[in-house]
């Protein structure tokens, strides 16, 4: 019986060094998890980003409204970072009598809350109601035909090309807002015209 005992005791004696050891190696994977998403996303315990190339490595999707350039009046938009500085944007808007859908990539430079960017891509502009609510549209008015203009039917594309600066709040709670303007060129495939426009716009990345 004190033979059981004393086996006893000496088991529980070796488990106590080993649970230790456990609990010290689960700590230190913890550690190790929270140090290496850090190191990886360059953003501290409190949200804060190291650049705006860190904060759309972290955050891949973002979400905004704009006004003007290659989505006309006003335009929604989605954006898919597949990478730090590349990522491709996707978007439809429109303005009186007419829509547009608008496919572009996305390339952002290194830089702090400001950045540089650059965008390629092609849009497509087509009226929706008829009529002459187009003219509201400068970009409409430079493209359209006689005709039509007269008959208030349209179909126009545009290789669209932009070049931007873009403000992003890398700390604290506001992390991934986003405003941006930018100057436009749209190329109209359709009628051969080149237009000068510019766009300004807000978002989040999540």
């Known amino acids: ?16 060094p080993l649970s230790y050891v456990n609990a010290q190696e689960e700590d230190l994977d913890e550690s190790d998890f929270s140090s290496t998403t850090a190191n990886v996303f360059k953003v501290d315990e409190n949200n804060n980003y190291q650049d705006n190339l860190a904060l759309r490595e972290a ?4 979400l905004g409204l704009s006004a003007g ?4 009046l006003y335009g929604l938009n989605v954006e898919i970072n597949f990478e730090d ?3 491709a944007v996707v978007g439809v808007g429109g303005g009186d009598g007419y829509s547009t859908v608008n496919l ?13 960017y650059t965008t390629l891509g092609f849009a497509h502009w087509y009226d929706s109601s008829g009529g002459d609510a187009y003219k509201n549209s400068s970009v409409l008015e430079r493209v359209l035909t ?3 203009k007269s008959s208030g039917r349209f179909a126009v594309d545009f ?14 709670n ?25 766009a300004v716009g807000a978002g989040y990345y999540f």
């Open 1 to 16: 019986m004190r033979y059981l005992q004393l086996m006893v005791v000496m088991a529980a004696l070796l488990a106590m």
């Open 69 to 72: 350039g290659a989505l006309g």
């Open 146 to 148: 006689d005709s039509e």
């Open 59 to 62: 955050r891949k999707v973002g």
């Open 159 to 172: 290789i669209s090309g932009a070049v931007g600066l873009q403000y992003t709040q890398l700390q604290g």
């Open 174 to 198: 506001l992390a991934g807002t986003s405003l941006y303007a930018e100057i436009v060129l749209l190329g109209d495939v359709t009628h051969g015209e080149l237009v000068p426009t510019g």
């Open 104 to 116: 572009a990539w996305k390339h952002v430079f290194l830089g702090d809350t400001v950045a540089p």
């Open 85 to 87: 500085i590349n990522g």
